[in-house]
């Protein structure tokens, strides 16, 4: 079935470090890939999304290129800040009763730190 | 901005009691969904609800119950709570079906049993 893999489950850095925190995914669909971050106590929230092949997508300094020849989506800053401390979810879209209804596959989560 | 309301915020009960949970969202999106993040912050979908269209997660025990009065609205009912049941209940809703549509959050009810 499908599955998001994401390795890191805790990642500290220094702020001004540039980032990248790792997504596989499996599926035997044509992947839809999100990226959403989740601040403390506050709601999930959508950070970049794509389904283009070898096409990088960015918000809000952020970036993340879907490859599907290696099934990755990873996620990218060149330098973080202090705000960026969040729990990052890499997630892929349902697709497994032929129509996705908006559901997701989330992964486990990397809770990024970033310190001063 | 937050358009998708949960209450409550918290609630504390005993194994064995019946709760409900509250979601309105004033996105005049058509899909609506309750995910669940347990205390590792794993986030899986529970149930999801389009057009009168129910589809459930099948690992959803049976004690679970979605209430939907109209597109804006959809309630979690869990009939007779377990201490596994203790976690976090994001509702979200979406504008769309399709791949690539996103979804949006509520803060989400976080339940504890005792």
């Known amino acids: 079935g499908d599955s998001v893999t994401q390795t890191e489950g805790l990642v500290t850095l220094t702020k001004g470090l540039p980032v990248m925190l790792n997504c596989t995914y499996q599926t035997t669909y044509s992947p839809f890939l999100f990226w959403y971050v989740q601040h403390l106590n506050e709601a999930p929230k959508l950070l970049l999304k794509s389904s283009t092949d070898n096409k990088r997508t960015e918000h809000q300094g952020f970036y993340a290129t879907l490859h599907k020849s290696s099934s990755s989506f990873h996620l990218q800053k060149s330098s973080v800040q202090l705000s960026d401390s969040a729990l990052y979810f890499c997630?892929?879209?349902?697709?497994?009763?032929?129509?996705?209804?908006?559901?997701?596959?989330f992964g486990a989560g990397t809770q990024l730190i970033v310190i001063p | 901005e937050t358009a998708v309301f949960q209450t409550p915020n918290y609630h504390v009960t005993q194994v064995g009691n019946e709760v409900s949970f509250n979601c309105k969202q004033t996105?005049?999106?058509?899909?609506m969904y309750w995910y669940k993040q347990d205390s590792k912050k794993l986030l899986k979908i529970m149930f999801s609800?389009?057009?009168?269209?129910?589809?459930v997660n099948e690992t959803v025990p049976r004690r679970f119950s979605p209430q939907s009065s109209d597109k804006a609205h959809l309630n979690l009912r869990i009939k007779s709570v377990e201490p596994e049941d203790s976690a976090v209940y994001l509702c979200?809703?979406?504008?769309?079906?399709?791949?690539?549509?996103?979804?949006?959050f509520g803060k989400g009810t976080r339940l504890t049993v005792v």
């Open positions: 997630a892929l879209s349902d697709l497994t009763r032929g129509s996705a209804l908006g559901r997701l596959h």
């Open positions: 996105l005049g999106h058509d899909t």
């Open positions: 979200a809703s979406s504008p769309g079906t399709g791949g690539n549509t996103e979804v949006f």
């Open positions: 609800y389009n057009n009168k269209q129910l589809i």
